[in-house]
């Protein structure tokens, strides 16, 4: 379908080049300010209507989209999967096709299915993004890690990045990967077998490695992203028990030792505190989660700006 | 010569010396009809108002053996052709680190010619405080006739007549070859 002029969709960030990426996090640096000040508004999406269409629960990224929206003046509607006429059995692309009728300039689609977003993007004339599809990708997270990481080592390329966890259930982990490698920076996964596939280094043509502990993840590296434990996977038998995992691949100090000193800790949220990462990692300097849900407005002010029309920074 | 842009070059009106003098003019007359640099906010519109704004708060410092505050302004953000096709522009920073409230506010800029970029600098500032009074200088009025707003400047380097076929080129060594002032026309085919 011929979207008007210029409205571009964010359906994950696979298909971006090293070049857009930047683009998209520079243009992100200079939204930042405006979260700071005493009105935090700007005009410039007025008369413009966001939907957040949310086929799966969240709190922080569709709040972090509705702000997003609302602090650059467009009118955000929310529609979640339990208000919807999805229940009454409408199929995916009528109800897309039905708000597509209400003419919205942007609709942010999160669903449980990988490949959604790029589904809908085939039928809406409204621009699509991606707030997470499945186990496929979360770009706007990737964004917003990339911003806290730019923001407190000045750069990507050349850094060691360690991601923890279930990565083969993680969207996160997937767009994290793509940003990152194509940035430059060298990534290294951990989990339990089960959860990160031996041969997963094949993901991307180069810079991922997949080892077989946590320890040697961490070891040397200079961001360390630690992933939610989803605790519904233990009744898949993915792991035995969330105590077993905790031993195994949870974030304590001790083994953060093992990182570069002035290493950082990520974690897109939210949080089980003494499974995954122990709570004197989640409560020290070097956890920067609440930066990344800071951050998060920008980068999808940015996102919502470009997507209805703007060009980014070096465009 | 027609350049890049098909543009052809009529004529230059300012050099660097003359641009130096006009400058050097504004921040006397500002330091004069404000009684001095005390609350002076020199706020620089993006892109050239801020090279511009930031000579002028020397200047004044020279005149005044106190610099002024200095802050930069992006207007993207407040701009009325966001809607338009062919309008894709990319924003870059609003950096007011001081306070703007009570404060006597000169916006400055590098041409005025319809005043919309100054209406969307106005929005803008009201956005960050309730300032005492705002001033416009810039370096270069094409003159009222081309006027879309209400705007009129309180500092002027030099008016200039123009036809709306022409362009008004302010080169700074900040960000060209060269520092000067040209007309430009599009050549009409």
């Known amino acids: ?315 | 010569m027609a350049d890049e842009y098909g543009l052809v070059e009529k004529s230059k009106i300012m050099d660097p010396a003359r641009m130096k003098r006009a400058l050097s003019r504004l921040a006397s007359e500002i330091v004069e009809e404000n009684h001095g640099a005390e609350d002076l906010y020199i706020v620089g519109i993006r892109r050239r108002g801020v090279p511009l704004a930031e000579r002028i708060a020397d200047k004044i410092e020279q005149l005044e053996g106190q610099k002024p505050l200095y802050g930069i302004i992006d207007i993207t953000l407040y701009r009325d052709d966001l809607s338009t096709v062919g309008a894709n522009p990319v924003v870059n920073r609003t950096e007011l680190h001081d306070d703007i409230e009570s404060k006597k506010i000169i916006l400055v800029d590098d041409v005025l010619y319809t005043g919309r970029t100054i209406r969307a600098a106005l929005d803008q500032l009201m956005d960050f405080g309730r300032p005492n009074r705002v001033q416009l200088a810039v370096l270069i009025d094409r003159g009222k006739e081309h006027r879309e707003l209400p705007i009129q400047a309180d500092y002027i380097g030099k008016t200039v007549p123009t036809k709306r076929t022409e362009i008004i080129k302010v080169m700074l060594k900040e960000y060209d070859p060269e520092e000067a002032v040209w007309i430009y026309e599009k050549p009409t085919d």
């Open chain 1, 1 to 315: 379908m011929n979207k008007p002029f210029r409205r571009r969709d964010l359906l994950g960030i696979r298909s971006l080049s090293a070049e857009e990426i930047v683009g998209i996090l520079n243009t992100a640096e200079n939204f930042r300010e405006i979260n700071a000040r005493e009105i935090k508004k700007v005009p410039t999406l007025r008369g413009k209507t966001v939907i957040n269409l949310f086929f799966e629960n969240s709190t922080r990224t569709r709040t972090s989209f509705e702000l997003a929206a609302k602090r650059l003046s467009a009118d955000a509607v929310n529609i979640s999967v339990s208000s919807s006429s999805v229940a009454k059995g409408e199929t995916l692309v009528d109800t897309a096709l039905n708000l597509d009728a209400m003419q919205p300039d942007c609709i942010v689609v999160r669903h449980s299915s990988a490949g959604v977003p790029h589904q809908l993007a085939q039928v809406s004339r409204a621009a699509i993004v991606n707030a997470g599809d499945g186990a496929n990708e979360h770009p706007t997270q990737a964004l917003l890690d990339a911003m806290t990481i730019r923001e407190h080592k000045g750069k990507i390329e050349g850094l060691e990045v360690a991601i923890v966890g279930d990565i083969l259930h993680s969207r996160v982990a997937r767009s994290n990967i793509h940003l990152l490698t194509k940035l430059g920076a060298r990534v290294r996964v951990a989990g339990p077998k089960t959860l990160v596939p031996a041969d997963f280094s094949h993901f991307v043509d180069n810079g991922l490695e997949v080892c077989p502990h946590i320890e040697d993840a961490i070891d040397g590296a200079d961001v360390v992203m630690i992933l939610r434990i989803q605790k519904e996977r233990m009744d898949s038998a993915f792991f035995p028990t969330l105590r077993e995992y905790s031993i195994h691949y949870g974030l304590t100090n001790e083994r953060l030792e093992l990182a570069r000193p002035d290493a950082i800790v990520l974690h897109p949220g939210p949080m089980n505190r003494g499974i995954e990462i122990s709570s004197d990692v989640a409560d020290s300097s070097r956890s920067l989660i609440l930066d990344q849900v800071k951050y998060g407005v920008a980068v999808r002010m940015a996102v919502l700006y470009l997507a209805t029309g703007g060009a980014a920074v070096g465009e």
